[in-house]
């Protein structure tokens, strides 16, 4: 089986499935990949996994994370099925650039798709009980297959020169750099840090730096983490006081000054300080925290629940 052979297959099951959901897509990969011999099954799936590795980059790795997947690397295995899952031209388009995908979202759809990356493995195992052999639970007697007539060194290296290739960003990435590293995501820079933390952060996991200064107290809404609160706190040497809560206005840290003076957790202070002090001491820079004033979330937050019609 050859790539593009590979790619007609998966363009043959998008298009007797219209709707693109997860359910009318397996029933018509059950359909169009029973039609394949054992042997077709197993290049299908040697193709389906070259492409699958190709992707475990951290740029789009972000970039799912940025459009709402799950950031764990088992849901980033998932983006990437449902990546190869939408197409030829969606799966290159993504890896030369990885804003693109945002272009081809379905109202409603899950960017994560486990399911059609063993597709090929059930049917494989299905033909083979068919012909009356026993296959024991935990045994998977397509991977078996593939290990044991591995691909050709040279059709894999044809396929991956077509991929697009660039320099992967660094690993270590955070919602901070998503402005950054995606800019056409978040066109309006007014809302891009309160969408980010809004949709991609999740309210669960926000809390409140409460700093007063000269002008007066400012409220700041951010992502919960010990770096974060120490970042936030080293960013603002000329504050008055800073105080930190979680959204319940539960007390996390209080400062005089930009110096912690009470921290009810000690293990969470802790870790605080081995990033603070060094900012405090001028052996640091205070690295960037995406923060927005919690009026500017709320606004943000009713806009979308209009334009939703919530």
Known sequence: MTAEQFWEIIAEINAKAP???????????????????????VAYDQIFQVYHCASYRQHL???????????????FMDFRSWLISRGK???????????????VIRKGEQLDFEAFAYAASNIYTEKLKAQG?????????L??????????????DAILAEIPQWEDIKEGWSVNDFPQLFPALYQNADDAPAKILWTVVGPEKL?????????????????????????????????????????LDQGLVSTYGWFIDHCPDKALL?????VLVPIQMGEAEAKPVLCVTEDTLNDYVERAERENGD
């Open 19 to 41: 709707d693109g959901s997860h359910k009318a897509m397996l029933r018509q990969a059950k359909k169009v990949l029973g039609k394949l011999t054992l042997e077709e099954l």
């Open 61 to 75: 790795w972000a970039a799912s994370t940025a459009l709402g997947a799950s950031y764990s690397e088992d849901s």
């Open 89 to 103: 031209r969606v799966y290159m388009d993504a890896l030369r650039d990885p804003q693109s995908i945002s272009k």
């Open 133 to 141: 052999r026993t296959v024991e639970i935990g045994e998977f007697p």
């Open 143 to 156: 991977s078996d297959a593939s290990s044991a007539h591995p691909m050709d060194k040279e059709q894999k």
């Open 207 to 247: 809390i409140r730096g409460h700093v007063c200064d000269d002008t007066g107290i400012t409220v700041y809404v951010f992502e919960n983490s010990p770096e974060n609160i120490a970042n936030f706190i080293g960013s603002r040497p000329m504050a008055n006081w800073i105080i930190v809560t979680d959204l």
């Open 270 to 274: 802790g870790k605080i300080t081995s």
